[in-house]
């Protein structure tokens, strides 16, 4: 069995440590997730969902315990929790896409501009970046809007350049926290078939939903259930082996 892509143990994330207001969002985490899929961290506002995908995204550092990351081309598993900021900025940007609840495009550019701003601090050449951000936004059918202001995008096309954005360094992991937060059913439906294509590619998708038509799309590999900061359930969601045979949950 291949080394999980990430794994937490005695995860914990105390905000303000010290401090009369300090508030633990997160207690003593096990939690391993594999390289390739799609999971999703379900419940309700405050249980830490956000808090988590953070630690796993490098955007934040524990309190407490390890978390160790597989590197997706030299197989090598390293402790991220105590990494200098700058070897982890580098690792972030090279592992993980990320997909914000509002998306966080910046008024005034263009969407090609947007999806190409990742790539500059990799130090790739402007054609180089030019023409991967063409081709993502041409992979997600929104090509025609490149040089469209963002601003002036519908909700479905500002979604998919979100997306573009995130992927512009290839990362094998996609992070996504409340993506269909605000969104018809129609832009739901879209966002899981591109998670679905990613997914077949073999790159992870972690995202945090409280809509039950993410965790029940049958792109879904597996649901884990957070509640006051620990983790309350983690069952094998519609896309797994173990719900299609039936050994799963209900």
């Not at 830490?48 to 995908?53: H, Q």
Request: proline share 6%.
């Amino acid at each position: 069995m291949d080394t999980p892509m990430l794994t937490l143990r005695a995860v914990t994330k105390t905000h303000n440590e010290g401090e009369e207001n300090a508030c633990t969002a997160l207690h003593d985490i096990d939690l391993s997730l594999e390289g390739r899929g799609v999971t999703v961290l379900r419940g309700p506002s405050g249980s830490g969902k956000s808090t988590l995908l953070s630690l796993v995204g490098c955007l934040s550092r524990p309190t407490s315990g390890r978390i160790h990351l597989r590197d997706p081309e030299t197989a090598e598993v390293r402790d991220i929790s105590a990494l200098p900021e700058r070897f982890l900025t580098l690792l972030r940007r090279r592992t993980f896409g990320f997909v914000f609840q509002s998306f966080n495009l910046i008024h005034g550019l263009s969407a090609l501009e947007n999806v190409m701003l990742p790539a500059y601090p990799l130090g790739q050449g402007r054609r180089e970046i030019i023409t991967r951000a063409t081709a993502w936004l041409e992979r997600l059918d929104v090509a025609h809007k490149a040089r469209t202001p963002v601003e002036l995008l519908s909700g479905g096309e500002v979604q998919r350049v979100a997306i573009a954005r995130a992927m512009v360094n290839d990362p094998p992991v996609l992070i996504a926290d409340e993506p269909t937060a605000n969104l018809d059913s129609d832009l739901v439906r879209r966002f899981l078939e591109i998670v679905a294509r990613f997914r077949d590619e073999g790159r992870m998708v972690l995202m945090t939903s409280h809509d039950p038509r993410v965790w029940e799309s049958v792109s879904v590999d597996r649901v884990v259930t957070l509640r006051d900061g620990r983790i309350a359930g983690d069952e094998p969601g519609p896309a797994s082996p173990a719900r299609q045979g039936g050994g799963g949950a209900p």
